[in-house]
């Protein structure tokens, strides 16, 4: 969407497509890179976005972020439904595949780069060119595959461990391996730092061979949506500043906490918010 001779450096570079969601009460903007991009701007972070989109809904409060966007004739589409089961996601289209050419050189230097795929779109080999301070993933879109009917499930993600150990963290959630405990552990063992994001129960936060939870405190819950891309925004964010990922995985719950009590975008934290949570101890 920018020009690039107008791009200016980023502190919080974030790869991934913005998605189109089709939901029973109409369309929305959805994706990791969209939750994760404003939680890094409230923080107060200049934030560059890297995708690949048709430009077929509004930018709403997108806009006002610095975007590389490399055309594509559909934006990655995902049809959204809820069922007795639980969410249930047909893919329609995916947008261009990302790569490290795509990056616009004066971003390449961020001090955190947040790879955040939703439907394999980012190239794994692009991490052997980035030498940021911290490298995040959230391999949610890596993990993800789909049959001929579009029909999302688990899948194998045979570059986990070439990720994973090069990676300064890594943040997924429990439904992203449908709760498959060896599977974590076995990420666990091969990445510096992961959370595992649990909903309503919270985090847990494997580092240098411990594990710590960090619950949430009791809100009223409104809408889970894009609760723990706040959630892994907030995390690397405050692990870039302090270094400490017991310290990080307090912050990002209670982020991410105050995120479901509302809806939608409206549901990223504001600044006195974060002030308050940045106070609070453990």
């Given at each position: 969407?920018?020009?690039?001779?107008?791009?200016?450096?980023?502190?919080?570079?974030?790869?991934?497509?913005?998605?189109?969601?089709?939901?029973?009460?109409?369309?929305?903007?959805?994706?990791?890179?969209?939750?994760?991009?404003?939680?890094?701007?409230?923080?107060?972070?200049?934030?560059?976005?890297?995708?690949?989109?048709?430009?077929?809904?509004?930018?709403?409060?997108?806009?006002?972020?610095?975007?590389?966007?490399?055309?594509?004739?559909?934006?990655?589409?995902?049809?959204?439904?809820?069922?007795?089961?639980?969410?249930?996601?047909?893919?329609?289209?995916?947008?261009?595949?990302?790569?490290?050419?795509?990056?616009?050189?004066?971003?390449?230097?961020?001090?955190?780069?947040?790879?955040?795929?939703?439907?394999?779109?980012?190239?794994?080999?692009?991490?052997?060119?980035?030498?940021?301070?911290?490298?995040?993933?959230?391999?949610?879109?890596?993990?993800?595959?789909?049959s001929s009917d579009g029909r999302v499930h688990l899948g194998?993600?045979?570059?986990?461990?070439?990720?994973?150990?090069?990676?300064?963290?890594?943040?997924?959630?429990?439904?992203?391996?449908?709760?498959?405990?060896?599977?974590?552990?076995?990420?666990?063992?091969?990445?510096?730092?992961?959370?595992?994001?649990?909903?309503?129960?919270?985090?847990?936060?494997?580092?240098?061979?411990?594990?710590?939870?960090?619950?949430?405190?009791?809100?009223?819950?409104?809408?889970?949506?894009?609760?723990?891309?706040?959630?892994?925004?907030?995390?690397?964010?405050?692990?870039?500043?302090?270094?400490?990922?017991?310290?990080?995985?307090?912050?990002?719950?209670?982020?991410?906490?105050?995120?479901?009590?509302?809806?939608?975008?409206?549901?990223?934290?504001?600044?006195?918010?974060?002030?308050?949570?940045?106070?609070?101890?453990?």
């Open positions: 969407m920018f020009h690039l001779a107008t791009l200016e450096p980023v502190d919080y570079l974030i790869i991934g497509h913005i998605t189109h969601d089709l939901l029973p009460d109409g369309d929305r903007l959805g994706g990791t890179v969209a939750y994760a991009g404003l939680t890094a701007q409230a923080l107060g972070l200049r934030v560059g976005l890297v995708t690949s989109w048709a430009a077929d809904l509004p930018l709403g409060p997108l806009a006002t972020m610095q975007i590389a966007n490399y055309p594509s004739e559909h934006s990655t589409t995902f049809e959204i439904r809820q069922t007795t089961s639980g969410r249930e996601l047909k893919i329609q289209h995916v947008a261009h595949q990302l790569d490290y050419f795509h990056i616009p050189e004066p971003w390449r230097r961020a001090s955190v780069i947040h790879l955040a795929p939703i439907a394999q779109e980012i190239e794994p080999s692009l991490i052997r060119n980035i030498s940021s301070a911290l490298v995040g993933a959230t391999p949610q879109g890596w993990l993800r595959s789909w194998e993600w045979p570059e986990s461990s070439f990720v994973l150990q090069r990676v300064g963290a890594a943040v997924i959630s429990v439904d992203d391996v449908e709760g498959d405990e060896n599977r974590i552990e076995e990420m666990a063992a091969q990445c510096r730092v992961l959370a595992v994001t649990e909903a309503g129960e919270g985090v847990r936060i494997y580092w240098n061979g411990d594990v710590r939870r960090f619950r949430p405190p009791a809100v009223d819950v409104v809408d889970t949506t894009g609760a723990g891309d706040v959630f892994a925004a907030a995390f690397f964010a405050r692990l870039f500043m302090t270094r400490d990922p017991w310290e990080a995985g307090r912050f990002a719950t209670q982020l991410a906490t105050i995120s479901v009590t509302r809806p939608g975008f409206l549901g990223i934290p504001n600044p006195e918010e974060i002030n308050e949570s940045m106070q609070e101890v453990y």
